[in-house]
């Protein structure tokens, strides 16, 4: 028993010590590589602001169009809410600029995520057949130091996905 | 100082850090699971089944990476249930060490298809780990079926895991804070958080609490001193590990943190409350459940029936209506349950410092600090 006691002893004590170079180097795969699952790691929040004198961000703008003419704005964060922000973000550009996603499949046919996008607007709108979904990418600048506070918007891009064509 | 000294001082710390007690562990798996159960609430996964494949990007180092798509309906419905099971099992304390290390084989295997989906979220992080570790600890040691099993015989407990989850923790925050220190964070001509509420608040639409008021704020010195301050706090965590007074200040400021965080960014960290809880004090709490007399209906209720009967509870209400029976609650009764939840947590800790601070002498005091 007390053998048994003291080789236990030594096994967490041996546990302790490498767990710290071990944490060091998952740290070091997810910093240079990509982060594994399950790691101790949480979000670091990195880059920073420069203290200029505007803000800037991206906004999208996503419409669908109905063959009886009409259209609709969609709200992005609530449309595809559970898709996450960043990932959404790349996403919705490589897809309707036809690229493959970072990190996902080389030749992405997107023909799922074509019948996802149709499957969701038929829930959503009733009674309506889709027709096509259009997005437009604008930057906003936002001059948070003159007052009233100036918002300037300018179109970077813009795509169209036709569902009859898929 | 000699090998001896230095061993002496090492087991110090590994095994004498933050001692617990055979109730102790036990009240700590009861309350754990409580919490998932009640409060954060058994993650279902079956929606993701839904996704499409073409936005299936698992972490290349993790077991999603070995499937080409999201699993289907019956499987994740079938690795839910069986997760929700484990959790009641696990509270009434039936083979505790290996259901103990199945919730969290459950838990990582449910969340690396979640996370297939471009990012890797890290708020339940320690919620999925303390399982896996705590099966160690002997935490099934009283209040369970287990210790039903063995009456009479001495159960032997270990509290080295909660000295290996304050590292991970202490890590976790070092993760966090080593590339701000190193991506610029301390440039006074930048002001990190201000970016990231700026970003949030006007890109991700993080518009509540006080984000309206915080996004007002011109002060560099302010912003500055915030980049600082978080910096200071996350990096230095994991340092304070070998300290466990400072690092039970730490848990403390993290709670006010955590609060901070949801108040400016609207960003929820409650699931980490949980993990914080196992470094309370805890022979203070004891007294406090033995004289509501709350340790002998713990004695009692472990036993097979009510293991079922709540079973068969949880199964249904998580089949049926499947979110966090708290945050249900708090929502028909109004209040946001982040929000509620720290401040709980916050008044609890405070409770406890003082009661701490209260019946303690001051040589009793000065021992509790420098051991």
């Known amino acids: ?156 891009k813009s795509g169209l996905i036709e569902f009859d064509r898929n | 100082m000699t090998w001896t000294r230095i061993l002496k001082k090492y087991d110090g710390w590994v095994f004498n850090s933050f001692p617990m007690t055979p109730e102790a562990l036990g009240v700590y798996r009861i309350i754990y699971c409580l919490y998932v159960l009640l409060i954060t609430g058994v993650p279902n996964w079956t929606w993701i089944s839904e996704m499409p494949n073409d ?70 992080l320690l919620l999925v780990l303390i399982p896996l570790i705590m099966a160690f600890s002997n935490w099934g040691a009283r209040f369970s079926i287990d210790s039903m099993c063995v009456s009479g015989k001495k159960q032997e407990t270990h509290s080295w895991p909660v000295t290996f989850i304050a590292l991970i923790m202490g890590f976790a925050y070092f993760s966090a804070g080593l590339p701000k220190l190193l991506g610029g964070w301390l440039n006074p001509s930048t002001h990190a958080v201000k970016g990231i509420l700026y970003s949030y608040f006007y890109s991700q639409g993080h518009q509540s609490y006080m984000a309206p008021f915080f996004i007002k704020v011109q002060s560099d010195l302010f912003w500055e001193l915030l980049d600082y301050f978080t910096v200071f706090y996350e990096v230095s965590f994991l340092f304070v ?50 004289r509501i007399k709350l340790n002998r209906f713990l004695s009692q209720f472990a036993t097979v029936r009510s293991m079922v009967l709540f ?39 405070t409770l406890n410092v003082y009661f701490f601070l209260k019946n303690y002498t001051k040589s009793q005091l000065i021992k509790y600090i420098m051991p």
């Open chain 2, 241 to 290: 590990v070998v300290l466990p007074t400072v690092f039970r200040t730490y848990i403390y400021f993290a709670l006010i943190f955590h609060l901070m965080v949801l108040l400016m960014l609207n960003i929820t960290f409650t699931e980490n409350m949980v993990a914080y809880l196992l470094f309370i004090n805890w022979p203070l709490f004891l007294n406090f459940l033995s």
């Open chain 2, 311 to 349: 079973g068969i509870i949880v199964l249904f209400y998580y089949l049926e209506i499947g979110a966090s029976p708290l945050s249900q609650l708090l929502m028909i009764i109004k209040l946001p349950p982040p929000i509620t939840l720290l401040l709980v947590g916050l008044l609890l800790a």
């Open chain 2, 55 to 124: 936005i299936y990007t698992p972490p290349p180092l993790s077991l999603a990476s070995f499937f080409s798509g999201f699993p289907g309906y019956y499987f994740l419905l079938s690795l839910t249930i069986c997760l929700g099971l484990l959790y009641v099992i696990l509270l009434f304390g039936y083979k505790t060490k290996i259901v103990s290390i199945l919730v969290s084989i459950s838990y990582i295997v449910g969340n690396s298809f979640l996370y297939s989906r471009g990012k890797i979220d890290h708020t339940d």
């Open chain 1, 1 to 156: 028993v007390k053998l048994r006691a003291h080789i236990y002893k030594n096994i967490v004590r041996i546990l302790f010590l490498i767990s710290i170079p071990l944490l060091l180097l998952q740290l070091y795969v997810a910093r240079k590589y990509s982060e594994p699952y399950p790691a101790i790691i949480y979000p670091a929040f990195e880059g920073t602001s420069k203290n200029s004198e505007y803000n800037k961000y991206i906004e999208t703008e996503i419409f669908v169009y109905f063959d009886d003419g009409e259209k609709y704005q969609l709200d992005e964060r609530k449309f595809l809410g559970e898709i996450p922000y960043k990932f959404r973000k790349n996403l919705l550009k490589n897809y309707f600029l036809n690229r493959p996603i970072e990190n996902g499949n080389e030749k992405p046919t997107y023909q799922e995520f074509t019948n996802f996008l149709k499957s969701r607007l038929t829930k959503m709108f009733k009674n309506k057949t889709p027709q096509s979904i259009s997005i437009s990418w604008y930057q906003y600048k936002q001059y948070f130091r003159e007052n009233p506070v100036r918002l300037e918007k300018t179109l970077l």
